[in-house]
């Protein structure tokens, strides 16, 4: 136990005690002011190192300190922007000016005009009646003439897609656009930027791109409804591509890679119309030709197979996402993304806070080159119309496994009984176009494996 009487050192430690166990600063902020130590008189027995020194000490240790780095998030303090980031937002705002400019070439009137042209041109207003006629008009400021212009504001009808928006999501995989609004020549010169999740449809993303023209553009009037609209193909300079048609909306937006779209206001006069038959024009078939009818719709329809498979055989390379359920060993289901493309298959877990993946684990995000992968079939069907599918690869070819055979590892996968059958369909179709060699040593193995099963058989007892 030591006793102290020396009051400059007790009152120092306090001091130095407090402001290094408060966590808020507001100590630091309260003692830090005033010295207490220097204002108590020091007699001849009292001993406290350093309390001779001069201010001009403590300038200097001042100096050498630097500020404290603050959360953006702590008693609505905020980290100032850089000078990166102004000079940007500067540029963006000069590009918006420069798009509303129109640059008019001055030439010189080879005529010079008369005095009578000069006059119609820039007519003398009389300023006194124009006086007289602002001081008898009545005054109404803008706010009470857009109270009176809306008396009652409407429901925003595209308020609904602005769940798409990608702003507001946080570990989901978005696309950003540059939209380029046609309807308003004002605006059509520079793009509004939009950013969307990639499970959205086309449909969804022109209700977002209408959702959010409302509320940055009120000026604008929009039809109601997403059928009105139709996204094209467009240059960064706002160029519309007339050549190529709009987007299907019933597409997922993951499937295009533009940057730059145009909505444009479709033309209703430009719809397919039904064309029906009266029964005055009706006239009576004969058994013949009711069979051939018969056998034309029969080899329509062969053709139309044909086309739609052709067309799914073209349409396999193009990167399309699916939203599946990976199985793991113990049977448990983790939602994922299941993309495919025409050189790798990727497996991106959903975020999702749950109580089962603190006991189960966390599926992490896998990528396959399409080099790698050897088979693709569907393994089950079930009675609520969902169905489970294997994806075999190639471990060794991903870099983890060692040479001789035994490589091959599976992912299982469940979903609905269509979308799997398109997954197997997509895979199978890309896999004929590229036969690699481990593809084909795995075909090999497989009818090795089947011989051998079919060649087995028990003796007589």
Known sequence: MAVYDNR?????HIQDAFISSDDTGMCEVVMVSDNIVRQIPISENDCYPGIEQKDEDDDMVGLTQSFEIHSDLQFGLHRHRSNTAQRLERMEEEKKKAANVIHVKWVTNPVPLTDEERAELFPRKDMCKIREKEQNMKR???LTEMLAKCPAMPQNPYQEYAKFDGNAQVGVTIKKYGIFLTMSPAKKNYPMRVAIISTAKVSDLIGLICWKCSVEHPDIVLKDGVRHYGLYIAEDDGEVDWDFPYLDSRESVSKFGFNYLALVELDP??????SFISLEDAVPLS????SANAKANQEMEEDMKRIKVNMIAIEAPLYKSYHVFILNKVRAKIEVHLGISDDKVEIEPVVQQRISSKFWGRQRAVTHSMDSVVACDLTDYKSNNRASFRL???HKRDGAGSEGTGTFKHHDFEADARMAAEIVQKVNHILEVRQSARRKEYIA?????SHKRKSFHLGPR
Do not use: A, F, G, Q
């Open 8 to 12: 400059h050192w007790l009152l120092s």
């Open 140 to 142: 109404v400021s803008l």
């Open 287 to 290: 058994i013949e030709s009711i």
């Open 269 to 274: 006069t430009l719809n397919h119309e039904e």
């Open 392 to 394: 075999v690869y190639d």
């Open 445 to 449: 193995l497989s009818e090795r494996k």
